[in-house]
């Protein structure tokens, strides 16, 4: 007789509000958008994504308020949170949450978790040769270590199409504060629209 190799297991597709109002029989699995999980020993246990890499992946936050026809102007030697009203929304997972465009922060989940935030835009000024962009991640801490200078090299008036990147971990404060992107037009003002933050957890350490 040929040795069995395969074996069929149930699994019920359920939300996660449900997973998380009931006790799994030990051994029955449910399924949600994001996890697998299996009851044992009396625990609701995520099998899949393997632990470490649970809530690990990304979201994409489109500002739809400033565009090209309607651009952000930014006041010389002012410092201005870069809003983003994230009117489209795209993540890899429906629980991810890392952004909140009601205080216009970028959020983190655990303390020591690791992220790397892109943020996308377009900017122009009038005086290119004697006007450039100051940016900042403003909180407390090591995020306050983020921070860089873009030129506007293509000329007056000019598009400029721009991207931040930067890679942080998340510290207490920022867990319990979150923190907001800043720019600050130096020398002369300058126009920012079409803005987007993609911003991807790599590390979990919950």
């Not at 809003?83 to 929304?89: E, F, K, M, T």
């Not at 690791?114 to 403003?138: G, H, P, S």
Request: aromatic residues 10%.
């Amino acid at each position: 007789m040929g040795r069995n190799t395969a074996y069929r297991v149930h699994v019920e597709d359920v939300t996660q509000e449900k997973v998380d109002g009931v006790n799994i029989e030990n051994g029955a699995m449910l399924r949600t958008d994001d996890y697998l999980y299996m009851g044992h020993n009396d625990e609701n246990v995520i099998v899949y994504p393997q632990t470490g890499a649970a809530n690990l992946g990304w979201a994409r936050y489109d500002d739809t308020e400033y565009h090209s026809t309607y651009k952000l102007s930014l006041i010389q030697d002012t410092e201005t949170v870069l809003p983003n009203n994230a009117g489209n929304i795209v993540k890899s997972h429906s629980s991810i949450n890392f952004y909140d465009s009601a205080t216009q922060k970028i959020l983190g989940v655990n303390e020591n978790d690791v992220y790397i935030i892109t943020v996308a835009f377009k900017a122009q000024a009038a005086n290119a040769n004697q006007t450039y962009l100051e940016y900042k991640l403003v909180g407390s801490g090591q995020i306050s270590r983020v921070a860089g200078t873009i030129a506007f090299p293509k000329g007056n008036n000019e598009e400029h199409s721009e991207n931040i990147m930067a890679q942080y971990y998340t510290d207490s404060t920022f867990i319990q504060d979150g923190v907001q992107m800043k720019f600050t037009s130096i020398g002369n003002g300058c126009l920012v629209w079409d803005v987007i933050y993609f911003i991807q957890r790599t590390q979990n350490a919950g």
